[in-house]
Nanobody, 122 residues
Framework: EVQLQASGGGLVQPGGSLRLSCETS????????IGWFRQAPGQEREGLLC????????LYSASAKGRFTISRDSAENTVYLQMNSLKPEDTALYYC???????????????RGQGTQVTVSS
């Protein structure tokens, strides 16, 4: 059974940091590119960052540039999203998705997890 379990979300003050984890199982981790996405209420889904099986990083959105970083740990089959300098507009449901070889997109992913809520508020 394929699973992508996002965790690490929560309530954080503006300017704070969070590290999200996407724990995966049920597929060959190193063959898949993993992307992080988010969706705020009433807004369209937004891609943030993607990391390939070889560690190459693709930036989907300018909103993630300079504040968010993505990494992966093959020993743990986990992809991380480190988020710094968080802003209230970063409040959203964050989820991870996987695609064989190529980066998943908002509209296309072989596998997708349920998501973890991030709320940035004072």
């Amino acid at each position: 059974e394929v699973q992508l379990q996002a965790s690490g979300g929560g309530l954080v003050q503006p300017g704070g940091s969070l590290r999200l984890s996407c724990e995966t199982s049920g597929f060959v981790f190193d063959d898949y590119s993993i992307g992080w996405f988010r969706q705020a209420p009433g807004q369209e889904r937004e891609g943030l960052l993607c990391i390939s099986g070889r560690g190459g990083v693709t930036l989907y959105s300018a909103s993630a540039k300079g504040r968010f970083t993505i990494s992966r740990d093959s020993a743990e089959n986990t992809v991380y999203l480190q988020m710094n300098s968080l802003k209230p507009e970063d409040t959203a449901l964050y989820y991870c998705a996987a695609e064989l070889n190529f980066c998943p997109t908002v509209r296309k992913s072989t596998y997708r997890g349920q998501g973890t809520q991030v709320t940035v508020s004072s």
